[in-house]
Protein backbone atom coordinates (compact mmCIF):
# COMPACT_ATOMS: atom_id res chain seq x y z
CA UNK A 1 0.00 0.00 0.00
CA UNK A 2 1.10 3.39 -0.55
CA UNK A 3 3.64 4.85 1.40
CA UNK A 4 2.23 7.41 3.31
CA UNK A 5 4.25 10.92 4.44
CA UNK A 6 3.46 14.11 4.68
CA UNK A 7 4.76 16.57 2.39
CA UNK A 8 4.83 20.08 1.74
CA UNK A 9 3.64 21.46 -1.63
CA UNK A 10 2.35 24.09 -3.14
CA UNK A 11 -0.21 21.93 -4.67
CA UNK A 12 -3.89 22.46 -3.35
CA UNK A 13 -5.13 19.05 -4.12
CA UNK A 14 -3.75 16.21 -6.12
CA UNK A 15 -6.48 16.31 -8.37
CA UNK A 16 -5.56 19.92 -9.48
CA UNK A 17 -4.42 19.32 -13.53
CA UNK A 18 -2.48 22.48 -13.71
CA UNK A 19 0.58 20.47 -12.36
CA UNK A 20 1.35 18.33 -14.88
CA UNK A 21 3.69 15.68 -15.34
CA UNK A 22 6.83 16.47 -15.89
CA UNK A 23 7.70 14.08 -18.84
CA UNK A 24 4.64 12.20 -21.12
CA UNK A 25 5.21 8.90 -20.56
CA UNK A 26 4.23 6.34 -23.70
CA UNK A 27 3.03 2.33 -23.87
CA UNK A 28 5.02 0.12 -25.58
CA UNK A 29 5.41 -3.81 -25.45
CA UNK A 30 8.39 -5.25 -23.77
CA UNK A 31 9.90 -8.59 -24.67
CA UNK A 32 11.60 -10.42 -21.93
CA UNK A 33 15.36 -10.80 -22.81
CA UNK A 34 17.08 -12.08 -19.14
CA UNK A 35 15.54 -12.63 -16.22
CA UNK A 36 17.57 -14.28 -13.25
CA UNK A 37 17.89 -14.19 -9.76
CA UNK A 38 19.45 -11.26 -8.48
CA UNK A 39 19.89 -12.04 -4.28
CA UNK A 40 17.84 -13.67 -2.10
CA UNK A 41 13.78 -12.43 -2.94
CA UNK A 42 15.74 -10.31 -5.63
CA UNK A 43 15.55 -10.86 -9.20
CA UNK A 44 16.95 -8.86 -12.42
CA UNK A 45 14.50 -8.28 -15.16
CA UNK A 46 15.24 -7.20 -18.72
CA UNK A 47 13.24 -6.19 -21.75
CA UNK A 48 14.22 -5.27 -24.81
CA UNK A 49 11.46 -2.05 -26.49
CA UNK A 50 11.02 -0.13 -29.67
CA UNK A 51 12.96 2.90 -29.48
CA UNK A 52 11.10 5.46 -27.26
CA UNK A 53 10.30 9.15 -27.67
CA UNK A 54 12.66 9.67 -24.54
CA UNK A 55 15.10 7.96 -22.38
CA UNK A 56 14.35 7.88 -18.55
CA UNK A 57 15.91 9.37 -16.24
CA UNK A 58 17.62 8.03 -12.95
CA UNK A 59 14.68 7.83 -9.76
CA UNK A 60 12.28 7.53 -12.67
CA UNK A 61 9.91 4.74 -12.86
CA UNK A 62 7.86 2.23 -15.56
CA UNK A 63 4.98 0.46 -14.86
CA UNK A 64 5.36 -2.94 -16.08
CA UNK A 65 2.15 -5.90 -16.21
CA UNK A 66 0.77 -8.77 -18.19
CA UNK A 67 -0.90 -8.61 -21.65
CA UNK A 68 -2.10 -12.08 -21.63
CA UNK A 69 -3.90 -11.88 -18.32
CA UNK A 70 -5.96 -9.97 -16.46
CA UNK A 71 -5.12 -11.36 -12.77
CA UNK A 72 -3.49 -9.92 -11.50
CA UNK A 73 -5.17 -6.83 -13.60
CA UNK A 74 -3.07 -4.27 -12.16
CA UNK A 75 0.49 -2.78 -13.72
CA UNK A 76 3.08 -2.71 -10.96
CA UNK A 77 5.52 0.29 -10.99
CA UNK A 78 8.88 -0.33 -11.36
CA UNK A 79 12.15 1.82 -11.00
CA UNK A 80 14.51 1.64 -13.81
CA UNK A 81 18.20 0.33 -13.31
CA UNK A 82 19.17 0.50 -16.63
CA UNK A 83 18.46 1.80 -19.95
CA UNK A 84 20.16 1.61 -23.51
CA UNK A 85 19.41 3.32 -26.41
CA UNK A 86 20.34 1.26 -29.81
CA UNK A 87 19.64 2.46 -33.18
CA UNK A 88 16.67 0.14 -33.61
CA UNK A 89 15.31 -0.28 -29.95
CA UNK A 90 16.63 -0.05 -26.73
CA UNK A 91 16.92 -2.46 -23.00
CA UNK A 92 15.53 -1.57 -19.90
CA UNK A 93 16.74 -2.98 -16.37
CA UNK A 94 14.72 -3.43 -13.49
CA UNK A 95 15.69 -4.88 -9.85
CA UNK A 96 12.81 -6.73 -8.68
CA UNK A 97 11.53 -7.59 -4.97
CA UNK A 98 9.17 -10.67 -4.99
CA UNK A 99 6.54 -8.40 -2.73
CA UNK A 100 3.32 -10.16 -3.82
CA UNK A 101 1.15 -11.53 -6.56
CA UNK A 102 2.52 -9.57 -9.85
CA UNK A 103 5.92 -9.95 -8.92
CA UNK A 104 5.63 -12.98 -8.38
CA UNK A 105 4.18 -14.20 -11.20
CA UNK A 106 7.02 -11.48 -13.28
CA UNK A 107 9.64 -13.60 -11.26
CA UNK A 108 8.34 -16.64 -13.21
CA UNK A 109 8.88 -15.20 -16.86
CA UNK A 110 9.93 -16.66 -19.67
CA UNK A 111 12.28 -15.30 -22.00
CA UNK A 112 9.80 -14.27 -24.91
CA UNK A 113 6.98 -13.04 -22.74
CA UNK A 114 5.73 -9.90 -24.06
CA UNK A 115 4.81 -7.29 -21.59
CA UNK A 116 2.99 -4.18 -20.83
CA UNK A 117 4.87 -1.40 -20.01
CA UNK A 118 4.07 2.24 -19.48
CA UNK A 119 7.39 4.82 -19.20
CA UNK A 120 9.27 6.89 -18.23
CA UNK A 121 7.00 8.26 -15.11
CA UNK A 122 7.89 10.28 -12.28
CA UNK A 123 10.09 12.67 -10.93
CA UNK A 124 13.62 12.09 -11.62
CA UNK A 125 17.02 12.84 -8.80
CA UNK A 126 18.60 15.00 -11.80
CA UNK A 127 16.41 17.59 -11.46
CA UNK A 128 18.34 17.97 -8.12
CA UNK A 129 22.12 18.10 -9.80
CA UNK A 130 23.13 21.68 -11.13
CA UNK A 131 26.25 21.50 -13.42
CA UNK A 132 28.79 22.61 -10.42
CA UNK A 133 27.93 19.71 -7.91
CA UNK A 134 31.07 18.11 -6.91
CA UNK A 135 29.94 15.04 -5.04
CA UNK A 136 26.50 12.68 -5.06
CA UNK A 137 26.36 10.39 -2.31
CA UNK A 138 23.70 7.96 -2.91
CA UNK A 139 22.82 5.50 -0.08
CA UNK A 140 20.93 2.20 -0.68
CA UNK A 141 18.83 0.16 0.99
CA UNK A 142 17.81 -3.16 -1.00
CA UNK A 143 16.10 -3.20 -3.92
CA UNK A 144 15.99 0.90 -3.40
CA UNK A 145 19.98 0.25 -5.26
CA UNK A 146 18.10 0.22 -8.51
CA UNK A 147 17.38 3.71 -9.32
CA UNK A 148 20.85 4.38 -7.90
CA UNK A 149 22.91 2.30 -10.67
CA UNK A 150 21.07 4.03 -13.50
CA UNK A 151 22.14 7.63 -11.44
CA UNK A 152 25.96 6.29 -11.18
CA UNK A 153 25.46 6.38 -15.06
CA UNK A 154 23.34 9.36 -15.93
CA UNK A 155 25.58 11.92 -13.47
CA UNK A 156 28.32 12.43 -15.57
CA UNK A 157 26.30 14.15 -18.37
CA UNK A 158 24.79 16.72 -15.82
CA UNK A 159 27.77 17.03 -13.86
CA UNK A 160 31.00 15.99 -15.44
CA UNK A 161 33.36 17.05 -12.34
CA UNK A 162 31.18 15.38 -9.89
CA UNK A 163 32.33 12.23 -8.31
CA UNK A 164 29.87 9.54 -7.16
CA UNK A 165 29.57 7.32 -4.63
CA UNK A 166 27.15 4.38 -3.39
CA UNK A 167 26.72 3.16 -0.14
CA UNK A 168 24.77 0.26 -0.29
CA UNK A 169 22.99 -1.95 2.49
CA UNK A 170 20.69 -5.13 2.56
CA UNK A 171 20.57 -7.31 5.67
CA UNK A 172 22.79 -9.86 4.23
CA UNK A 173 25.35 -10.64 1.44
CA UNK A 174 22.92 -12.95 0.02
CA UNK A 175 20.43 -10.27 -0.52
CA UNK A 176 23.41 -8.26 -2.45
CA UNK A 177 22.45 -7.79 -5.92
CA UNK A 178 25.80 -6.16 -7.07
CA UNK A 179 27.12 -8.68 -9.35
CA UNK A 180 23.87 -7.96 -11.72
CA UNK A 181 24.27 -4.53 -11.96
CA UNK A 182 28.00 -4.20 -12.23
CA UNK A 183 29.14 -2.00 -9.82
CA UNK A 184 32.64 -1.40 -8.77
CA UNK A 185 34.10 1.66 -8.18
CA UNK A 186 33.12 3.89 -5.44
CA UNK A 187 30.93 1.32 -3.75
CA UNK A 188 31.06 1.08 0.25
CA UNK A 189 29.05 -2.03 1.24
CA UNK A 190 27.24 -2.89 4.52
CA UNK A 191 25.13 -5.77 5.94
CA UNK A 192 23.35 -6.00 8.99
CA UNK A 193 25.07 -9.53 9.67
CA UNK A 194 28.45 -8.52 8.53
CA UNK A 195 28.40 -10.85 6.02
CA UNK A 196 30.36 -8.62 3.32
CA UNK A 197 31.89 -5.13 4.24
CA UNK A 198 30.72 -2.51 6.91
CA UNK A 199 28.91 -4.54 9.72
CA UNK A 200 25.74 -2.72 10.53
CA UNK A 201 22.98 -0.62 8.87
CA UNK A 202 23.97 1.32 5.81
CA UNK A 203 22.83 4.52 7.70
CA UNK A 204 25.38 3.74 10.39
CA UNK A 205 27.76 3.10 7.49
CA UNK A 206 26.88 6.66 6.56
CA UNK A 207 27.93 8.20 9.71
CA UNK A 208 30.61 6.02 10.49
CA UNK A 209 32.47 7.29 7.40
CA UNK A 210 29.93 10.69 7.40
CA UNK A 211 33.48 13.24 7.72
CA UNK A 212 35.23 11.68 4.76
CA UNK A 213 31.88 11.22 2.42
CA UNK A 214 31.20 14.94 3.25
CA UNK A 215 34.85 16.24 2.85
CA UNK A 216 33.64 18.43 -0.07
CA UNK A 217 31.67 20.63 2.24
CA UNK A 218 28.00 21.40 1.89
CA UNK A 219 28.10 21.38 -1.47
CA UNK A 220 28.10 17.50 -1.38
CA UNK A 221 23.55 16.48 -2.14
CA UNK A 222 22.83 12.99 -0.55
CA UNK A 223 20.56 11.09 -2.82
CA UNK A 224 18.65 7.85 -1.06
CA UNK A 225 16.21 5.06 -1.48
CA UNK A 226 15.21 2.34 0.46
CA UNK A 227 12.75 1.17 3.36
CA UNK A 228 10.79 4.13 5.46
CA UNK A 229 12.91 3.54 8.57
CA UNK A 230 15.75 4.06 6.40
CA UNK A 231 15.16 7.33 4.73
CA UNK A 232 14.00 8.55 8.57
CA UNK A 233 17.18 7.71 10.07
CA UNK A 234 19.17 9.61 7.12
CA UNK A 235 17.13 12.42 7.40
CA UNK A 236 17.73 12.39 10.95
CA UNK A 237 21.63 12.78 10.18
CA UNK A 238 20.97 15.59 7.70
CA UNK A 239 19.26 17.43 10.01
CA UNK A 240 21.80 17.23 12.63
CA UNK A 241 24.70 17.79 9.69
CA UNK A 242 23.08 19.94 7.33
CA UNK A 243 23.41 18.22 4.19
CA UNK A 244 21.06 18.23 1.58
CA UNK A 245 18.90 14.99 1.38
CA UNK A 246 16.79 13.73 -1.28
CA UNK A 247 15.02 10.36 -1.14
CA UNK A 248 12.98 8.21 -3.39
CA UNK A 249 10.07 6.49 -1.18
CA UNK A 250 8.52 3.37 -2.48
CA UNK A 251 4.48 2.65 -3.11
CA UNK A 252 2.32 0.96 -4.61
CA UNK A 253 0.48 2.54 -7.74
CA UNK A 254 -2.74 1.84 -9.28
CA UNK A 255 -2.28 3.43 -12.24
CA UNK A 256 1.21 5.24 -12.15
CA UNK A 257 -0.05 8.00 -14.36
CA UNK A 258 -2.31 10.65 -12.05
CA UNK A 259 -5.41 9.10 -13.21
CA UNK A 260 -6.91 7.06 -10.19
CA UNK A 261 -5.97 9.09 -7.03
CA UNK A 262 -4.71 5.76 -5.54
CA UNK A 263 -1.18 6.23 -4.42
CA UNK A 264 -2.10 9.55 -2.63
CA UNK A 265 0.37 11.07 0.54
CA UNK A 266 -0.87 13.33 2.86
CA UNK A 267 1.60 16.98 2.21
CA UNK A 268 2.22 19.68 5.04
CA UNK A 269 -1.18 21.30 5.03
CA UNK A 270 -2.83 17.87 5.37
CA UNK A 271 -3.89 17.85 1.98
CA UNK A 272 -3.19 14.73 -0.74
CA UNK A 273 -0.84 14.45 -3.46
CA UNK A 274 -0.18 11.94 -5.97
CA UNK A 275 3.06 9.85 -5.43
CA UNK A 276 3.00 8.90 -9.12
CA UNK A 277 3.71 12.69 -10.29
CA UNK A 278 4.80 14.77 -7.22
CA UNK A 279 7.55 11.63 -6.53
CA UNK A 280 8.79 9.25 -6.08
CA UNK A 281 11.62 11.57 -5.67
CA UNK A 282 11.31 14.14 -3.36
CA UNK A 283 13.09 17.07 -1.24
CA UNK A 284 13.25 15.40 2.22
CA UNK A 285 12.59 19.34 3.25
CA UNK A 286 9.81 18.80 2.07
CA UNK A 287 8.39 15.67 4.26
CA UNK A 288 7.06 16.51 7.63
CA UNK A 289 8.73 13.24 9.15
CA UNK A 290 7.44 13.54 12.78
CA UNK A 291 4.37 13.05 11.08
CA UNK A 292 4.74 10.62 9.47
CA UNK A 293 6.55 8.33 12.05
CA UNK A 294 2.81 9.17 14.36
CA UNK A 295 0.60 8.06 11.22
CA UNK A 296 -1.43 5.54 11.11
CA UNK A 297 -1.12 5.03 8.02
CA UNK A 298 1.76 3.81 8.11
CA UNK A 299 1.24 0.43 9.55
CA UNK A 300 -1.50 -0.24 6.87
CA UNK A 301 1.35 0.68 4.49
CA UNK A 302 2.87 -2.31 6.17
CA UNK A 303 5.90 -0.30 7.71
CA UNK A 304 6.60 -1.49 11.40
CA UNK A 305 8.23 1.84 12.20
CA UNK A 306 10.04 2.06 15.26
CA UNK A 307 12.41 4.66 14.93
CA UNK A 308 15.72 3.94 15.65
CA UNK B 1 -10.81 8.16 -36.67
CA UNK B 2 -11.54 9.25 -40.36
CA UNK B 3 -14.15 6.75 -40.54
CA UNK B 4 -17.35 7.92 -39.54
CA UNK B 5 -18.44 4.34 -38.94
CA UNK B 6 -18.27 4.20 -35.47
CA UNK B 7 -21.05 7.11 -34.95
CA UNK B 8 -23.76 6.71 -32.70
CA UNK B 9 -26.71 9.30 -32.27
CA UNK B 10 -26.90 10.00 -28.18
CA UNK B 11 -29.15 12.79 -26.66
CA UNK B 12 -29.67 14.53 -30.20
CA UNK B 13 -26.39 14.65 -31.07
CA UNK B 14 -24.09 12.34 -33.29
CA UNK B 15 -21.25 10.91 -31.19
CA UNK B 16 -18.22 10.20 -33.80
CA UNK B 17 -17.50 7.07 -31.14
CA UNK B 18 -19.31 5.23 -28.73
CA UNK B 19 -16.45 4.91 -26.33
CA UNK B 20 -17.38 7.03 -23.28
CA UNK B 21 -14.49 7.40 -20.32
CA UNK B 22 -16.46 6.79 -17.25
CA UNK B 23 -16.08 9.03 -14.10
CA UNK B 24 -13.25 8.87 -12.06
CA UNK B 25 -10.66 6.85 -14.34
CA UNK B 26 -10.29 9.86 -16.71
CA UNK B 27 -9.09 12.58 -14.02
CA UNK B 28 -10.46 16.22 -15.58
CA UNK B 29 -9.61 14.59 -19.27
CA UNK B 30 -6.12 16.52 -19.36
CA UNK B 31 -3.77 14.68 -17.16
CA UNK B 32 -2.04 12.52 -20.06
CA UNK B 33 -2.49 14.06 -23.49
CA UNK B 34 -0.20 12.16 -25.00
CA UNK B 35 -0.83 8.68 -23.44
CA UNK B 36 -4.29 8.96 -23.83
CA UNK B 37 -5.23 11.55 -25.38
CA UNK B 38 -8.99 12.95 -25.08
CA UNK B 39 -9.78 12.83 -28.83
CA UNK B 40 -9.78 9.31 -28.72
CA UNK B 41 -13.00 9.23 -26.81
CA UNK B 42 -16.72 9.39 -28.21
CA UNK B 43 -17.65 11.61 -24.95
CA UNK B 44 -15.67 12.14 -21.81
CA UNK B 45 -17.19 12.07 -18.49
CA UNK B 46 -15.30 13.86 -16.04
CA UNK B 47 -14.06 12.79 -12.19
CA UNK B 48 -16.69 13.92 -9.76
CA UNK B 49 -17.40 17.11 -8.83
CA UNK B 50 -18.89 19.07 -5.59
CA UNK B 51 -19.79 22.23 -4.83
CA UNK B 52 -17.06 22.49 -2.55
CA UNK B 53 -13.96 20.55 -2.60
CA UNK B 54 -13.51 16.87 -1.14
CA UNK B 55 -10.40 15.78 0.58
CA UNK B 56 -11.55 12.14 0.00
CA UNK B 57 -10.19 9.09 1.64
CA UNK B 58 -7.29 8.30 3.59
CA UNK B 59 -5.17 5.85 2.15
CA UNK B 60 -4.86 2.46 0.75
CA UNK B 61 -7.16 3.65 -1.27
CA UNK B 62 -6.67 0.95 -3.48
CA UNK B 63 -6.45 -3.06 -3.67
CA UNK B 64 -6.11 -5.31 -5.94
CA UNK B 65 -8.56 -8.45 -6.62
CA UNK B 66 -9.20 -10.92 -8.53
CA UNK B 67 -9.21 -9.50 -12.18
CA UNK B 68 -10.59 -6.51 -10.96
CA UNK B 69 -9.71 -4.19 -7.94
CA UNK B 70 -11.21 -2.13 -4.87
CA UNK B 71 -11.00 2.09 -4.72
CA UNK B 72 -11.98 4.24 -1.67
CA UNK B 73 -10.90 7.07 -2.97
CA UNK B 74 -13.79 8.94 -1.79
CA UNK B 75 -14.68 11.40 -4.51
CA UNK B 76 -11.78 13.84 -3.85
CA UNK B 77 -12.48 16.62 -5.78
CA UNK B 78 -11.20 20.04 -6.36
CA UNK B 79 -14.66 21.76 -6.02
CA UNK B 80 -16.11 23.15 -9.11
CA UNK B 81 -15.45 26.50 -8.29
CA UNK B 82 -11.64 25.86 -9.06
CA UNK B 83 -12.68 23.41 -11.60
CA UNK B 84 -14.45 26.05 -13.21
CA UNK B 85 -11.53 28.41 -13.15
CA UNK B 86 -8.63 25.96 -13.29
CA UNK B 87 -9.47 23.76 -15.84
CA UNK B 88 -12.44 23.95 -17.43
CA UNK B 89 -10.94 26.69 -20.18
CA UNK B 90 -8.64 24.37 -21.24
CA UNK B 91 -11.20 21.36 -21.68
CA UNK B 92 -13.40 23.45 -23.54
CA UNK B 93 -11.70 23.79 -27.03
CA UNK B 94 -11.13 19.94 -27.57
CA UNK B 95 -13.78 19.59 -29.62
CA UNK B 96 -15.11 16.33 -27.68
CA UNK B 97 -18.22 16.25 -25.74
CA UNK B 98 -17.81 16.24 -22.05
CA UNK B 99 -20.17 15.26 -19.77
CA UNK B 100 -19.65 16.43 -15.74
CA UNK B 101 -20.40 14.16 -12.77
CA UNK B 102 -21.44 15.51 -9.85
CA UNK B 103 -22.63 15.21 -6.39
CA UNK B 104 -23.63 15.94 -3.09
CA UNK B 105 -23.47 15.38 0.62
CA UNK B 106 -27.04 16.47 1.12
CA UNK B 107 -30.15 17.86 -1.59
CA UNK B 108 -28.77 21.25 -0.90
CA UNK B 109 -25.35 20.15 -2.11
CA UNK B 110 -26.48 18.43 -5.41
CA UNK B 111 -28.43 21.71 -6.34
CA UNK B 112 -26.08 23.61 -5.39
CA UNK B 113 -23.35 21.67 -8.12
CA UNK B 114 -26.01 21.55 -10.97
CA UNK B 115 -26.30 25.00 -10.41
CA UNK B 116 -22.92 25.77 -10.33
CA UNK B 117 -22.76 23.41 -13.48
CA UNK B 118 -25.07 25.04 -15.18
CA UNK B 119 -23.44 28.21 -14.96
CA UNK B 120 -20.55 26.82 -17.44
CA UNK B 121 -20.84 27.57 -21.16
CA UNK B 122 -20.28 24.16 -23.07
CA UNK B 123 -20.97 21.38 -21.47
CA UNK B 124 -22.50 18.40 -23.42
CA UNK B 125 -24.90 16.81 -20.51
CA UNK B 126 -24.35 16.18 -16.67
CA UNK B 127 -24.21 13.34 -14.53
CA UNK B 128 -25.83 13.09 -11.19
CA UNK B 129 -23.90 10.36 -9.05
CA UNK B 130 -26.95 8.88 -7.25
CA UNK B 131 -24.91 7.25 -4.22
CA UNK B 132 -22.79 9.13 -1.71
CA UNK B 133 -19.63 7.64 -0.36
CA UNK B 134 -19.15 10.90 2.56
CA UNK B 135 -22.50 10.34 4.09
CA UNK B 136 -22.32 6.05 3.19
CA UNK B 137 -25.80 6.06 4.58
CA UNK B 138 -27.82 8.45 3.09
CA UNK B 139 -26.27 7.44 -0.18
CA UNK B 140 -27.18 3.76 0.16
CA UNK B 141 -30.78 5.29 0.85
CA UNK B 142 -30.12 7.54 -2.36
CA UNK B 143 -29.44 4.71 -4.63
CA UNK B 144 -31.96 2.19 -3.45
CA UNK B 145 -34.94 3.46 -2.30
CA UNK B 146 -36.72 4.71 -5.88
CA UNK B 147 -38.83 7.01 -3.87
CA UNK B 148 -35.72 9.29 -2.80
CA UNK B 149 -34.20 8.74 -6.07
CA UNK B 150 -37.19 9.96 -8.04
CA UNK B 151 -37.52 12.88 -5.27
CA UNK B 152 -33.61 14.13 -5.66
CA UNK B 153 -33.97 13.85 -9.83
CA UNK B 154 -37.45 16.00 -9.69
CA UNK B 155 -35.49 18.48 -7.97
CA UNK B 156 -32.41 18.90 -9.93
CA UNK B 157 -33.92 18.64 -13.26
CA UNK B 158 -35.68 21.96 -13.38
CA UNK B 159 -31.65 23.30 -12.30
CA UNK B 160 -30.10 21.71 -15.01
CA UNK B 161 -29.31 23.48 -18.40
CA UNK B 162 -28.01 20.64 -19.69
CA UNK B 163 -29.41 17.15 -20.51
CA UNK B 164 -29.23 14.78 -17.11
CA UNK B 165 -27.79 11.52 -16.80
CA UNK B 166 -28.55 9.60 -13.82
CA UNK B 167 -25.65 6.95 -13.10
CA UNK B 168 -27.28 4.42 -11.55
CA UNK B 169 -25.49 2.14 -8.41
CA UNK B 170 -25.65 -1.60 -8.70
CA UNK B 171 -26.29 -2.42 -4.69
CA UNK B 172 -29.30 -2.12 -4.62
CA UNK B 173 -32.56 -4.59 -4.73
CA UNK B 174 -34.19 -4.00 -8.09
CA UNK B 175 -32.17 -1.80 -10.51
CA UNK B 176 -34.86 -1.53 -12.63
CA UNK B 177 -37.04 -0.06 -10.10
CA UNK B 178 -34.79 2.76 -9.69
CA UNK B 179 -34.40 3.00 -13.36
CA UNK B 180 -37.87 3.29 -13.83
CA UNK B 181 -38.14 6.15 -11.39
CA UNK B 182 -35.96 8.39 -12.48
CA UNK B 183 -37.48 8.20 -15.82
CA UNK B 184 -40.68 9.05 -14.74
CA UNK B 185 -38.70 12.22 -12.66
CA UNK B 186 -37.43 13.53 -15.93
CA UNK B 187 -34.07 12.31 -16.43
CA UNK B 188 -32.84 12.25 -19.96
CA UNK B 189 -30.65 8.86 -20.18
CA UNK B 190 -29.14 6.33 -17.67
CA UNK B 191 -25.03 5.15 -16.72
CA UNK B 192 -24.96 1.86 -15.45
CA UNK B 193 -23.03 0.56 -13.37
CA UNK B 194 -20.89 2.27 -10.92
CA UNK B 195 -18.75 0.31 -8.84
CA UNK B 196 -20.07 -3.08 -6.65
CA UNK B 197 -19.63 -2.78 -2.82
CA UNK B 198 -16.78 -5.25 -1.73
CA UNK B 199 -14.19 -5.54 0.73
CA UNK B 200 -10.34 -6.99 0.98
CA UNK B 201 -9.11 -8.53 4.09
CA UNK B 202 -5.09 -8.69 5.01
CA UNK B 203 -4.94 -11.34 6.56
CA UNK B 204 -2.22 -10.68 7.92
CA UNK B 205 -2.63 -7.25 9.95
CA UNK B 206 -6.04 -8.35 10.69
CA UNK B 207 -7.34 -5.51 8.74
CA UNK B 208 -8.78 -3.81 5.69
CA UNK B 209 -6.79 -3.32 2.96
CA UNK B 210 -7.85 -0.17 2.45
CA UNK B 211 -7.99 2.84 4.38
CA UNK B 212 -12.02 2.17 4.58
CA UNK B 213 -14.07 -1.02 5.36
CA UNK B 214 -15.23 -0.84 2.30
CA UNK B 215 -14.43 -0.17 -1.43
CA UNK B 216 -16.00 -0.21 -4.91
CA UNK B 217 -15.21 -2.94 -7.12
CA UNK B 218 -14.53 -2.46 -10.66
CA UNK B 219 -12.23 -4.11 -13.35
CA UNK B 220 -13.01 -7.49 -15.49
CA UNK B 221 -14.65 -9.40 -12.72
CA UNK B 222 -18.09 -7.19 -12.58
CA UNK B 223 -18.80 -7.28 -16.40
CA UNK B 224 -21.06 -10.20 -16.39
CA UNK B 225 -23.27 -8.33 -13.65
CA UNK B 226 -22.99 -4.82 -15.29
CA UNK B 227 -23.86 -6.46 -18.88
CA UNK B 228 -27.28 -8.40 -16.69
CA UNK B 229 -28.43 -5.09 -15.26
CA UNK B 230 -27.83 -2.70 -18.41
CA UNK B 231 -29.76 -5.83 -20.05
CA UNK B 232 -32.74 -5.49 -17.36
CA UNK B 233 -32.57 -1.67 -17.58
CA UNK B 234 -32.95 -1.49 -21.32
CA UNK B 235 -36.20 -3.66 -21.12
CA UNK B 236 -37.24 -1.60 -18.75
CA UNK B 237 -37.26 2.08 -19.48
CA UNK B 238 -36.89 4.19 -22.80
CA UNK B 239 -34.20 6.58 -21.58
CA UNK B 240 -30.73 5.64 -23.67
CA UNK B 241 -28.00 4.15 -22.01
CA UNK B 242 -24.23 4.45 -21.01
CA UNK B 243 -23.19 0.65 -20.26
CA UNK B 244 -20.08 0.84 -18.07
CA UNK B 245 -18.65 -2.04 -15.81
CA UNK B 246 -15.32 -3.93 -16.64
CA UNK B 247 -15.86 -3.30 -20.43
CA UNK B 248 -12.23 -4.18 -21.49
CA UNK B 249 -11.94 -5.99 -25.01
CA UNK B 250 -14.17 -5.22 -28.14
CA UNK B 251 -16.29 -7.89 -27.42
CA UNK B 252 -16.96 -6.40 -23.93
CA UNK B 253 -18.19 -3.15 -25.43
CA UNK B 254 -20.01 -4.81 -28.85
CA UNK B 255 -21.69 -6.87 -25.97
CA UNK B 256 -22.83 -3.88 -23.70
CA UNK B 257 -24.31 -2.56 -27.17
CA UNK B 258 -26.38 -5.69 -28.02
CA UNK B 259 -27.65 -5.43 -23.94
CA UNK B 260 -28.81 -2.31 -24.93
CA UNK B 261 -26.21 0.80 -24.31
CA UNK B 262 -26.02 3.31 -26.45
CA UNK B 263 -22.91 4.43 -25.41
CA UNK B 264 -19.93 2.04 -23.65
CA UNK B 265 -18.29 3.54 -20.57
CA UNK B 266 -14.57 2.85 -19.79
CA UNK B 267 -13.06 3.21 -16.51
CA UNK B 268 -10.66 0.60 -14.87
CA UNK B 269 -9.10 -0.30 -18.14
CA UNK B 270 -8.00 3.21 -18.82
CA UNK B 271 -5.89 2.42 -16.10
CA UNK B 272 -4.20 -0.62 -16.94
CA UNK B 273 -4.03 -0.46 -20.68
CA UNK B 274 -4.39 3.19 -22.05
CA UNK B 275 -4.26 1.51 -25.78
CA UNK B 276 -7.69 -0.32 -24.88
CA UNK B 277 -9.73 2.50 -26.33
CA UNK B 278 -7.88 2.35 -29.62
CA UNK B 279 -8.17 -1.57 -29.36
CA UNK B 280 -11.94 -1.24 -28.51
CA UNK B 281 -12.76 0.89 -31.77
CA UNK B 282 -10.08 -0.91 -34.23
CA UNK B 283 -12.46 -4.38 -33.29
CA UNK B 284 -15.65 -2.95 -33.49
CA UNK B 285 -14.51 -1.98 -36.92
CA UNK B 286 -13.31 -5.63 -37.58
CA UNK B 287 -17.03 -7.08 -36.44
CA UNK B 288 -18.71 -4.74 -38.70
CA UNK B 289 -16.33 -6.47 -41.71
CA UNK B 290 -17.29 -9.42 -40.44
CA UNK B 291 -21.08 -9.07 -40.05
CA UNK B 292 -20.96 -6.88 -43.54
CA UNK B 293 -22.40 -3.96 -41.71
CA UNK B 294 -21.35 -0.58 -42.80
CA UNK B 295 -22.06 1.35 -39.64
CA UNK B 296 -22.51 0.40 -35.74
CA UNK B 297 -25.70 2.44 -35.51
CA UNK B 298 -28.49 -0.12 -35.59
CA UNK B 299 -26.27 -2.84 -34.23
CA UNK B 300 -27.67 -1.83 -30.34
CA UNK B 301 -29.94 -4.11 -29.07
CA UNK B 302 -32.12 -5.19 -25.89
CA UNK B 303 -30.71 -9.19 -25.40
Known sequence: ?308 | MTSNRLEVPFLGKTIKNPIAAASGCYGYGLEQPELLPPEAFGVITLKGLSASPKRGNPPPRIAETPCGMLNSIGLENVGIEAFAKNTWPHLRGLGVPIIANFFGDDETEFQKAAQMLSDLEGLFAMELNLSCPNKPQWGSILASDPKVASRLVRSIKPLCRYPLIVKLSPNVASISEVAKACEDSGADALSLINTLLGMAIDVDAKSSKLGTRFGGLSGPSIYPIALRMVSEVSRSVRLPIVGMGGVSSPEDAIGMMLAGASLVGVGTLLLVNPFGVEEIKQGMLAYLDRHGLEKLTGLQGRL
Open chain 1, 1 to 308: MPTSCFFRTSTALSSDVSVRPVSSPCQTEGEVVAIAQAGAGVFWLELALPLLPMSPMAGQFAMVGFKDTQDPLLNRPLSIASFEAGSTGCRVGFLVAIRGKGTKRLAEARQGLKLRVIMPMGQSFLRYIGPGQRRVIAVAGGVGVAPMVLLGRQIKEVSPEADFLLLYGARTKAELTKRHLGLADGLYVATEDGSEGFKGRVTELFEAERTLLLEAGRSAKVFACGPLPMLYALNKLAERHRFGLVVSFEGPMGCGMGLCLGCVVENWEGMYVKLCQKGPVMDAKDVDWERLTRSDELRCAGYDFKPA
